[in-house]
């Protein structure tokens, strides 16, 4: 279990992940690049992870790499609904319930069967418009999933990834 200090400073970092990470414009070749990106990091890592970028209700980009199970298609579908639902990271949303000591059932209302506050969902914002959709990673540990969407967003953005990145444990 993080320490009280670390989920502040973790969630005071997401936050500003949300802000800064955000496109002027999206579309379903910027989605396939962005899903190949998050593809080739994740085998740098030799790892193993499905992806999901929906834009708007629209699956654009879904990839289960070898060594997943059909279980990373479905933490995937629960981790996007906590982000859409909430617009924001499911990593932030989890650390929040932490902070707070409660679960998005008893805080919410919210089922298990169809939400989940672990790391590895970002919300899909346009900039003036809002939250439109979510990218989604299911198969590394949480902090892996949330960390790996963000450097590739990052980089994709321009943005210097030493500014957004959360504290190495």
Same mark, same amino acid.
């Given at each position: @279990?993080?320490?009280?200090?670390?989920?502040?400073?973790?969630?005071?970092?997401?936050?500003?992940?949300?802000?800064?990470?955000?496109?002027?414009?999206?579309?379903?070749?910027?989605?396939?690049?962005?899903?190949?990106?998050?593809?080739?990091?994740?085998?740098?890592?030799?790892?193993?992870?499905?992806?999901?970028?929906?834009?708007?209700?629209?699956?654009?980009?879904?990839?289960? @790499?070898?060594?997943?199970?059909?279980?990373?298609?479905?933490?995937?579908?629960?981790?996007?609904?906590?982000?859409?639902?909430?617009?924001?990271?499911?990593?932030?949303?989890?650390?929040?319930?932490?902070?707070?000591?409660?679960?998005?059932?008893?805080?919410?209302?919210?089922?298990?069967?169809?939400?989940?506050?672990?790391?590895?969902?970002?919300?899909?914002?346009?900039?003036?418009?809002?939250?439109?959709?979510?990218?989604?990673?299911?198969?590394?540990?949480?902090?892996?999933?949330?960390?790996?969407?963000?450097?590739?967003?990052?980089?994709?953005?321009?943005?210097?990834?030493?500014?957004?990145?959360?504290?190495?444990?």
């Amino acid at each position: @279990m993080e320490s009280q200090p670390n989920l502040a400073a973790d969630l005071a970092r997401i936050a500003l992940q949300e802000e800064r990470l955000q496109f002027d414009h999206f579309t379903a070749e910027t989605a396939w690049e962005l899903g190949s990106r998050l593809r080739e990091a994740v085998k740098a890592r030799r790892g193993a992870a499905a992806i999901d970028i929906q834009l708007a209700g629209q699956p654009l980009f879904f990839l289960a @790499m070898p060594g997943t199970t059909p279980d990373n298609g479905e933490w995937i579908r629960r981790k996007r609904n906590t982000t859409l639902h909430f617009h924001r990271s499911s990593y932030a949303v989890g650390l929040r319930l932490q902070q707070n000591q409660t679960t998005l059932s008893d805080r919410y209302g919210l089922s298990n069967q169809n939400y989940a506050s672990h790391g590895g969902s970002f919300p899909l914002w346009l900039k003036g418009t809002g939250c439109m959709g979510a990218i989604t990673v299911s198969g590394l540990p949480q902090r892996e999933d949330h960390s790996l969407i963000v450097a590739v967003l990052a980089n994709w953005l321009k943005l210097p990834i030493d500014e957004l990145a959360l504290d190495e444990r």
